[in-house]
């Protein structure tokens, strides 16, 4: 059966600093790959996907960045955090696109 | 454009209630699908359901069923006889074929609060 890890569950970073969020997904091969943040107002935002290693869309435009290395490894990243950057971070995968979505524990990322 | 509407922002009932958390969606594409999913406390998104455009079928899974309405554009989701554990938010999604290249477009949930 297929899972999706992600690590760190909790985070709290200074103003500034680096990010880097890991996700991985175990007993399927070529998944889609979804990164989402969820801020207070609970709703979800599509941050970037990718359909295959190296093959990175995005979005919306923001001091983030991903990366897929590998074919089931999804990884979101930031140079420099902002305050705005707090939220519920989320990532998951699907067999296709336009298919239903299968979601990881998320990242709870606070900046101060 | 797309679109997902969930009017009910958050929903309180008393155990053993049926509820009804209602959907509405917009889209132009003629094939298109339509989610559920639940959102614990704990934050993992659960899917729940999907359906596509061409089946109007209403489908019910235990206690959970879903109401598919091309006619007025809604995917409505009642719980009969609601449980504590149903405390969660719950988010309707579409996804449409060709637009939007085929990601999924969520509502911005509603709340479910069932009280013992």
């Known amino acids: 059966s297929q899972t999706i890890h992600q690590w760190p569950a909790t985070l709290v970073q200074p103003v500034g600093s680096p990010l880097s969020l890991e996700c991985t997904v175990e007993?399927?091969?070529?998944?889609?790959l979804y990164w989402y943040r969820q801020a207070a107002g609970r709703g979800l935002q599509l941050l970037f996907y990718?359909?295959?290693?190296?093959?990175i869309s995005s979005e919306v435009p923001q001091n983030l960045s991903a990366s897929r290395p590998q074919d089931r490894q999804f990884i979101l990243s930031s140079k420099k955090l902002l305050l705005s950057d707090s939220g519920f971070y989320l990532c998951?995968?699907?067999?296709?696109?336009?298919?239903?979505?299968?979601f990881g524990p998320g990242t709870r990322l606070t900046v101060t | 454009a797309q679109k997902v509407t969930q009017a009910q922002t958050e929903i309180s009932v008393v155990e053993k209630e049926d509820v009804t958390l209602d959907c509405v969606y917009e889209?132009?594409?003629?094939?298109?699908?339509l989610f559920w999913y639940k959102q614990p406390p704990s934050g993992e998104l659960v899917f729940l359901i999907r359906?596509?455009?061409?089946?109007?079928q209403n489908e019910i899974s235990g206690r959970y069923s879903w109401n598919f309405q091309k006619s007025t554009s809604s995917f409505n989701f009642t719980i009969t006889a609601s449980q504590v554990v149903d405390s969660a938010v719950y988010f309707c999604?579409?996804?449409?074929?060709?637009?939007?290249?085929?990601?999924?477009?969520f509502g911005k949930g509603t709340k479910l609060s069932v009280k013992p």
């Open positions: 998951a995968w699907s067999v296709e696109r336009s298919y239903e979505q299968y």
């Open positions: 007993g399927t091969s070529n998944p889609n």
């Open positions: 990718s359909v295959g290693i190296g093959q």
């Open positions: 889209t132009r594409d003629t094939t298109y699908y």
């Open positions: 359906r596509n455009s061409f089946d109007e």
């Open positions: 999604a579409l996804s449409e074929a060709l637009g939007s290249q085929g990601n999924l477009i």
